[in-house]
């Protein structure tokens, strides 16, 4: 079953906006990471927040994490076309498998 | 490219046939992770490996699912007499455990169709 649930389903913009997905989970963890799928491709890995971090950056990447409300966001900011991709979250509730969502479908449009 | 590969990318197979797919992690990293992904859902674990040994299985992983890491390296998994239902993108990830184990890198994954 997934842990986590991304807001929203399903996000479009246009270039130069700023886009947010919100994560929420259930149990506890070490960690929330944020993922990358293009159309019918592997995963890639964008970024790692420790569950003692509040935030962290990276080049247009922000990361939030409230480990009170079991939620992380994560802000794109002036987006681009290439941005166009499906965003999960995942959890290591275990240590070692990762627990996914069902994604947030982000269309940048040009 | 030292990342992780998978092959073979695309597979069709009718149902009742046996598959088998194959993942090279990036070298150095001693675990190894399968996950299936069906569209429009995130992946979801099937098992992992640290080293030669399969320390987890998902209940996802039926008995016709077979996975193997015989020397630590690569890594095969076999579905045996497949079903409709087993048509999936299959994900291959690997890390290394100690430093950085956290982060799991991810093959471009095999997609089976079953007929």
């Known amino acids: 079953s997934q842990q986590g649930e991304e807001d929203p389903q399903a996000l479009s913009i246009q270039e130069g906006e700023n886009a947010t997905m919100n994560c929420s989970y259930k149990?506890?963890?070490?960690?929330l990471q944020w993922y990358r799928q293009n159309s019918g491709r592997g995963l890639v890995h964008l970024i790692l927040?420790?569950?003692?971090?509040r935030e962290k950056h990276s080049g247009r990447l922000r990361v939030t994490l409230d480990t009170s409300k079991k939620s992380s966001s994560l802000l794109i900011t002036a987006s681009r076309a290439a941005d166009t991709a499906s965003y999960f979250c995942?959890?290591?509730?275990?240590?070692?498998?990762?627990?996914f969502g069902e994604g947030t479908q982000l269309t940048v449009n040009p | 490219d030292t990342g992780v590969s998978q092959n073979p990318r695309h597979k069709i197979t009718k149902r009742g046939q046996n598959v088998t797919f194959r993942c090279d992690p990036i070298?150095?990293?001693?675990?190894l992770y399968w996950y299936r992904q069906t569209l429009g859902q995130g992946p979801e674990f099937l098992t992992y490996?640290?080293?030669?040994?399969?320390?987890?299985k998902s209940r996802l992983l039926s008995d016709r699912f077979s996975a193997e890491r015989p020397k630590g390296s690569f890594s095969t998994l076999e579905i045996q007499r497949t079903e409709q239902g087993d048509s999936a993108m299959y994900l291959c990830?690997?890390?290394?455990?100690?430093?950085?184990?956290?982060?799991?890198?991810f093959g471009p994954g095999t997609r089976l169709t079953v007929l």
């Open positions: 990830a690997s890390s290394l455990e100690g430093r950085g184990a956290d982060t799991q890198y």
């Open positions: 149990t506890s963890i070490n960690n």
């Open positions: 927040i420790r569950s003692n971090e």
């Open positions: 995942a959890t290591d509730p275990s240590g070692s498998r990762l627990t």
């Open positions: 070298s150095e990293h001693n675990r």
């Open positions: 490996f640290q080293n030669e040994a399969q320390l987890e």
